[in-house]
C-alpha cells in the first residue's frame, strides 16, 4: 500500500504564515511529480503549485512570490510555505503525488487526505 499523508493546516490571521508537509509512505520504488491542490468552497479544486523530481516548479499565479514549494527526495516529502496569506486563500489543499511502486514499477496517481487552511482577516 502506498499513501501521502498530510499535515499542517490551521487558522491563521491576514499576512501570517503556514507550513503544510505530505509524506508519501508505503512500497515505494520512487517518487516522481509532487504538488498541492486546494479547493475553496463552491469552488472547483485547482493547481497551487507543482515540483518535479529534479527541483522544477511551477505555481499558479495567484500565489506566485508568496508560496514555495520544496521537498526532501529522502523522505518522500514534499512542503508547501505559504506566506503573506490571505483570506482569499482559505481551502482545503490537497498534496499529489506521482508514486512508483516497488513491487510492479507502474505508477501511481495519489492523493492526500486534505488539511484545511483557514485565513481571517
Known amino acids: 500500500q502506498v499513501q501521502l499523508v498530510e499535515s499542517g493546516g490551521g487558522l491563521v490571521q491576514t499576512g501570517g504564515s503556514l507550513r503544510l508537509s505530505c509524506a508519501a509512505s508505503?512500497?515505494?520504488?520512487?517518487?516522481?511529480?509532487m504538488g498541492w491542490y486546494r479547493q475553496a468552497p463552491g469552488k472547483q479544486r485547482e493547481l497551487v503549485t507543482r515540483?518535479?523530481?529534479?527541483?522544477?516548479?511551477n505555481y499558479a499565479d495567484s500565489v506566485k512570490g508568496r508560496f514555495t514549494i520544496f521537498r526532501d527526495n529522502a523522505k518522500n516529502t514534499v512542503y508547501l510555505q505559504m506566506d503573506s496569506l490571505k483570506v482569499e486563500d482559505t481551502a482545503v489543499y490537497y498534496c499529489?503525488?506521482?508514486?512508483?511502486?516497488?513491487?510492479?514499477?507502474?505508477?501511481?496517481?495519489?492523493w492526500g487526505q486534505g488539511t484545511l487552511v483557514t485565513v481571517s482577516s
Open positions: 499529489n503525488a506521482l508514486v512508483v511502486r516497488t513491487a510492479t514499477y507502474s505508477i501511481v496517481e495519489l
Open positions: 508505503g512500497s515505494i520504488f520512487s517518487v516522481n511529480a
Open positions: 515540483i518535479t523530481s529534479g527541483g522544477s516548479t
